[in-house]
């Protein structure tokens, strides 16, 4: 049996990620479980394209990643397996698999079909446990891709539009990607490009030069830093820098003085 992730705005308070746990132990008895999130805002598919980004190629080939948030549960939007680099996405069209698809393209693509899987009638509100759970667990206990449904090109699964950094001039424009728990502004700009002395600017705010950690700024003042998946980030020292400069996902980012 092999591992199945699972990432959803479901959140701790109710039982839907235990049901969807249970559909999966029922199916594939030895899968290992593992929690990425449940925590993502209701219905923010950017997130959790960015969380899946973060993670997925920690985990071994074979690796089920299932992905579940899906404000067009119930619509049009496909449901889908994808497979990738030698792991699975289960999860709807939406655009979660994005980034993804974006670093390492798509091998295979299979459109969900429940009348395959022998389940009992699939609850239009709750894909998750009745569709998605399902699919995870066959793939985990190795099952092929062709018994869920028919295959799809994997050219036309749904891409979110997320901008590239741009150079204007002098200035390299990017924007904030991701806000972290901690408040980090988290950015699309690689920190190799970008030299020890830049000035960045967020939200009208200038930072300074480069740190090498979070601890080498000054408490309540906002530090430059390239962070843990190499790309620039902008924090506040024992505090929130999107509290304190009020940006947000999407915010503009501003750094003169590239790397050469």
């Known amino acids: ?17 235990a049901e969807m746990k249970g559909v999966i132990a029922s199916r594939a008895p030895g899968a290992v479980l593992v929690d990425t999130t449940h925590e993502i805002a ?21 690796t089920v990643h299932l992905v579940v948030v899906d404000p067009g ?10 497979r990738a680099a030698g792991r699975w996405f289960v999860g709807p069209d ?3 698999a994005t ?17 395959r899987d022998g389940a009992p009638p699939v609850s239009p509100t709750f894909h998750g446990r009745d569709l998605f759970a399902p699919a995870a667990a066959r ?6 891709a062709t018994g869920l449904g028919d295959p799809i090109d994997p050219k036309s699964l749904v891409r979110l539009e997320l901008p ?9 424009r990017g924007r904030v990607e991701h806000v972290d728990r901690f408040g980090n502004l988290i950015t699309n700009i690689p920190g190799a490009r970008i030299a020890p002395t830049a000035l960045i600017e967020v939200a009208g705010t200038v930072v300074s030069g480069v740190r090498a950690a979070y601890a080498h700024g000054d408490p309540g003042r906002p530090v430059a ?5 190499g790309m620039l980030e902008v924090s506040v020292r024992d505090g929130s820098a999107a509290a304190l400069l009020r940006a947000g996902r999407g915010t503009e980012v501003r750094v003169r003085a590239e790397r050469d």
């Open 1 to 17: 049996m092999g591992i199945v992730t699972l990432t959803t705005d479901f959140g701790t308070a109710d039982g839907y990620v």
């Open 42 to 62: 209701p219905g923010d598919v950017e997130a959790a394209a960015w969380i899946l980004d973060r993670v997925w190629d920690r985990f071994p080939n074979g």
């Open 73 to 82: 549960v119930g619509s049009e939007r496909r449901a889908v397996a994808i």
């Open 94 to 96: 939406n655009g979660v």
């Open 99 to 115: 980034r993804v698809l974006r670093r390492v393209g798509g091998e295979e693509a299979v459109f969900l079909d429940p009348d």
């Open 139 to 144: 793939l985990a206990a190795g099952d092929e």
């Open 164 to 172: 590239e950094p741009v150079q204007v001039g002098h200035v390299l």
């Open 225 to 229: 830093v390239v962070g843990s998946g």
